[in-house]
């Protein structure tokens, strides 16, 4: 397997186009995001113009954060366009469980477009999966989150959701699992503020798509380096705010953003807490 994060260092050199569809809470951190690490972001939603986008892009991040019925038929259009283009496609499940109109939008997405990456927080996987998950409002239930204890029956739950969808997915908390059929990893990076920002989920995928779009024959190393580089970047820009740098949660999203623009190779190696198994 190629060493993942080399990756970072090809999306740096290549500069990826990133188009994505997202909710609008997040769409400047998200376009910001894809800068700091390296790619160019497009964030067009209109169904007047997403395949002409999607035919200028690497990767497209579909994020179903702010639904409407407008932006459901043009994520679908986009998909198929870049599925008949070859790009590789992530989904970003946000709230999946809440809502009508969100599992109805999951339910058209899934079957219209394939996707090589489904990434969201344990009650999102696991309603995707099938599971008894609930979601609660954008985030997962503390009682539901990946711990220790129950790391082992969520990696099963993602390896299984892997199978059914042929995806690579990602499931995103204190501890972010990575599962496909080459093998299920797990990631100890991040800090306990990155929780505390709206957006650090959304920001995720849209660097997953920077990845992909540079590495789209390796999809889990594609992962495993997005979801590690967001997790180093948190600790470092923790770490800024403790030595002065910034004072709140404001202050600690620009750090963030500032942390990824300045990441690079070998400092992921270094940092990066990855596991087989």
């Known amino acids: 397997m190629r060493f993942f994060a080399d990756i970072l260092d090809t999306v740096r050199r290549r500069g990826p186009v990133v188009h994505c569809i997202t909710n609008y809470v997040t769409v400047n951190d998200c376009a910001n995001m894809v800068l700091a690490a390296g790619g160019s972001p497009i964030m067009a939603d209109d169904i007047a113009e997403v395949e002409d986008v999607v035919t200028l892009a690497q990767a497209l991040v579909i994020n179903i954060g702010t639904l409407n019925s407008r932006t459901v038929e043009a994520m679908i259009v986009a998909g198929r ?154 600790e470092i820009a923790a770490e800024a705010m403790v030595v002065g740098v910034g004072g709140g949660t404001g202050s600690y999203r620009s750090l963030l953003i500032d942390a990824m623009s300045m990441l690079d190779g070998p400092t992921l190696t270094c940092r990066a807490d990855v596991k087989n198994g």
């Open 81 to 234: 366009r870049a599925n008949s283009l070859g790009r590789p496609v992530v989904l970003d499940p946000v709230g999946a469980g809440a809502t009508a109109l969100r599992n109805s939008a999951l339910q058209s997405l899934l079957r219209e477009v394939r996707f090589a990456v489904i990434k969201g927080n344990i009650s999102e996987i696991g309603f995707l999966a099938g599971e008894d998950a609930r979601a609660r409002g954008v985030d997962a239930e503390d009682a539901s989150l990946v711990t220790e204890g129950s790391l082992k029956g969520a990696s099963d739950m993602a390896r299984r959701l892997s199978d059914s969808t042929g995806a690579v997915v990602v499931i995103s908390g204190a501890i972010d699992i990575v599962a496909h059929a080459q093998g299920v990893w797990t990631v100890r990076n991040g800090h306990p503020l990155m929780a505390r920002i709206t957006g650090s989920g959304c920001m995720s995928a849209a660097v997953i798509g920077c990845c992909l779009g540079a590495a789209p024959e390796e999809a889990p190393q594609a992962c495993l380096c997005a979801v590690s580089s967001m997790g180093v970047a948190g």
